[in-house]
């Protein structure tokens, strides 16, 4: 996120090291990467550094759940699922660190989250694109180690559910009258004024796919849920590290599948190499894909139906927004 929230302050972020994980950071700053969840690097004057993320329990254009108790336990199996992974010898997963108390994850202040995480130096990409084929072959190979693994018990089951599905739909449905909950509000309805038969049927689609794919009797495996090029880490040390495991699931294998498979580079192999001699389906491929484009409309036509101002996050969302919704 490029927004630094005003509800956690430096101040707060290193109180909470130095009170709960004992850690003593002499310098905080914000780091604007990724989306959805804030960051921060700590830093230690004699050299340890600190990756802390936080995350605001609130359902809205949230993909972890519709309620915020729901958001919460996503954001805590997930924590405790990862954990276990790399306690078990996966050790491509970042994996957060337990507080005094053996927390991985601590309330800092009511309805907001804070999990710290080891920083590893290294570099990521700014989109999900595969731009390197040697990169990407070797993510399959991990993903592949990563389905052949033994769940954990913390593990959620993912439910086919589309997230904000409801809150889309009374959307589509209001789009008489104008909105008047920030600069993107109305663009927005405008947009989906546009596009109401392109969504409905981009959901009528999804279910039959749902109806098609729960008919089948494919194993479900650990899948990550974002193992795009922006998550995976290269650190200086030369390995390849998945992070942001929030969406962690118990699902079809093609949920990963689908971030990696297509374009000039075939990398089943190097996933098959792995995972054994498992194919994946065109129709559950299809499925996730078309799930992602319709949980991103559903995030940010929740996302403008709300408060907001015209910062960094909301042009970013708005340009993502318009990627998926036809003008």
């Known amino acids: 996120m490029r927004d630094e929230p005003a509800a956690i302050s430096r101040d707060l972020v290193t109180e909470s090291l130095r009170e709960q994980w004992g850690f003593r950071a002499a310098e905080v700053a914000y ?15 004699d050299g340890p550094r600190w990756f802390v993320t936080a995350d605001r329990l ?17 954001i805590v199996a997930a924590a405790h699922t990862t954990k276990e992974l790399a306690d078990s010898g996966y050790e491509f997963v970042v994996a957060p660190l337990p507080d005094r108390a053996g927390r991985l994850v601590y309330e800092v202040r009511p309805g907001w989250l804070l999990v710290v995480l080891p920083y590893l130096q290294g570099w990521s990409t700014p989109d999900g694109a595969w731009d390197d084929p040697a990169e990407q072959a070797q993510i ?36 008489d009258r104008p909105w008047s909950f920030g600069p993107y509000s109305e663009p927005t309805r405008l947009r989906l004024a546009g596009a109401v038969d392109h969504v409905h049927g981009r959901l009528a689609h999804y ?52 971030a990696i498979l297509g374009g000039p580079t075939d990398v089943l192999p190097a996933y098959q190499a792995e ?9 559950a491929l299809e499925l996730f894909h078309v799930w992602w484009s319709l949980a991103e409309i559903a995030t940010y036509v929740q996302l403008f139906r709300q408060p907001h101002t015209d910062s960094p996050d909301s042009k970013e969302s708005w340009r993502t927004l318009t990627m998926y919704v036809p003008g």
């Open 31 to 45: 780091a604007p990467v990724g989306f959805g969840s804030h960051h921060w690097i700590a830093s230690d004057a």
């Open 58 to 74: 609130d359902p809205r254009g949230n993909w972890l759940g519709s309620t915020a108790e729901q958001v919460r336990k996503a």
């Open 207 to 258: 279910d039959a796919l749902v109806r098609e794919i729960e008919a089948s009797d494919d194993p479900w495996v650990v899948t990550h849920g974002e193992p795009h090029s922006a998550n995976v880490l290269r650190t200086t040390d030369g390995r390849l590290r998945l992070i942001d495991w929030d969406t962690v699931q118990l699902a079809p294998r093609e949920r990963d599948l689908a």
């Open 140 to 175: 399959a190979g991990i993903l592949g180690r990563l389905h052949a693994a033994t769940p954990p018990e913390a593990l959620r089951r993912w439910d086919f559910a589309v997230p904000g599905r409801d809150a889309l739909l009374a959307s589509l449905a209001d789009l």
């Open 275 to 283: 995972a054994g001699p498992v194919s994946p389906r065109a129709a």
